[in-house]
């Protein structure tokens, strides 16, 4: 047995910060900012809580999907960003909505949506659970070096949900994969006050080899893309929305010109919203549906990738 998506969510930061915002106090510019990334401005938390925007985005999407939270058997988060370091994420968003079902939290980066679909997919197929909230809320912000301007600029805060119930046929075809490299893009751990600790702290910032994700994003989207139609047996020109993480439109762009696919059929939110992780693709999808773009039957495509180095990546029929 598959699932269906009953309803999605998303909500972001009231605070919008724009590329003129940063060169403030960074040695960079609009200009600069717009040309490398596609990214104008990004929401970024000020009074919020990641707990306040995971709620609010699994409200709509409870909404939506006309189900009530204490209908819920299972809520998965997919975070690496979350307001706790334990409990999970999705035990805060179980205790905001008051849920009573299992809830606990997927770390996958920016694949974390697709990752966390696939496990809520096996608690579906093992008759564990019919209805689950998956939710991916990320604050960046709190993860990036605000003097490092060529990572700081790219990302940004949000939360993004999605309602699915067993039954309907998807995913039609799903592929996770992981391509090991901590040194990569990672973000150390809490360095802790252990007097016996004598391992080396680093600064608890977000580190990344800019160019070498790049590369691996776009191979990430090509190869998924290739793979997941060929798997279903449908054409790439039949596939009606591809949902990419948002990263960069160079990234995107140098995928579509590579996979020779409509560009009207990608969706791109990330000038005003950067670089949210794993929020990225169900923000993409909220944001689809809310527009009546994405409808019933349709295909989509979504692709995620980043640290790990990990892609997740699935064919859904809407
Ligand atoms: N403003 C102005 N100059 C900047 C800058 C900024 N915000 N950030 C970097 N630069 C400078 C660099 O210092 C460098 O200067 P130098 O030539 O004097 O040394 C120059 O711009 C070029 O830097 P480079 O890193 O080669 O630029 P790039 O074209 O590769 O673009 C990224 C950098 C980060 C935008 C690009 O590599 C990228 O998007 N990578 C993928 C990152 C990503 O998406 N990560 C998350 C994935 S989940």
């Not at 805060?92 to 949506?113: K, T």
């Not at 549906?289 to 790990?308: D, H, K, N």
Request: proline share 3%; hydrophobic share 45%; charged share 20%.
């Amino acid at each position: 047995m598959g699932f269906r998506v009953l309803g999605t969510g998303s909500a972001l930061p009231a605070r919008s910060v724009t590329n003129d915002d940063l060169s403030e106090f960074l040695d960079t510019s609009d200009e600069w900012i717009s040309t490398r990334t596609g990214i104008h401005s990004r929401r970024i938390c000020t009074t919020e809580t990641l707990d306040d925007l995971a709620l609010e985005a699994s409200r709509q999407a409870l909404d939506a999907a006309g189900v009530h939270a204490d209908q819920l058997d299972l809520i998965v988060c997919s975070t690496t960003s979350g307001d706790h370091l334990m409990p999970a994420e999705a035990c805060a968003v179980a205790e905001l909505l008051g849920a009573s079902c299992p809830a606990f939290d997927v770390s996958a980066a920016c694949a974390g949506f697709v990752f966390a679909l696939d496990v809520a997919d096996g608690f579906i197929a093992r008759g564990r659970a019919s209805r689950i909230l998956v939710v991916s809320a990320e604050k960046v912000s709190r993860l990036v070096d605000w003097t490092d301007r060529a990572t700081c600029v790219l990302f940004g805060d949000g939360a993004a949900a999605a309602v699915i119930e067993a039954g309907g046929d998807n995913p039609l075809a799903i592929r996770l994969s992981t391509d090991p490299s901590v040194e990569t893009l990672h973000v150390p751990g809490v360095p802790g006050s252990s007097p016996y600790d004598q391992t080396e702290r680093p600064a608890q910032h977000l580190f990344m080899e800019g160019r070498r994700v790049f590369k691996f994003g776009v191979n990430a989207i090509v190869d998924a893309v290739t793979e997941l139609c060929a798997e279903a047996h449908v054409a790439v020109t039949d596939v009606d929305h591809f949902v990419f993480h948002q990263a960069n439109e160079r990234i995107l762009s140098s995928a579509v010109s590579r996979l020779g696919i409509d560009d009207a059929r990608v969706a791109r939110a990330l000038a005003e919203t950067g670089n949210i992780s794993s929020a990225c693709i169900p923000l993409a999808l909220d944001r689809l549906v809310r527009a009546g773009e994405l409808t019933s039957g349709q295909l989509v495509v979504l692709v995620g990738f980043g640290a790990g180095l990990d892609v997740g990546a699935c064919l859904l029929r809407w």
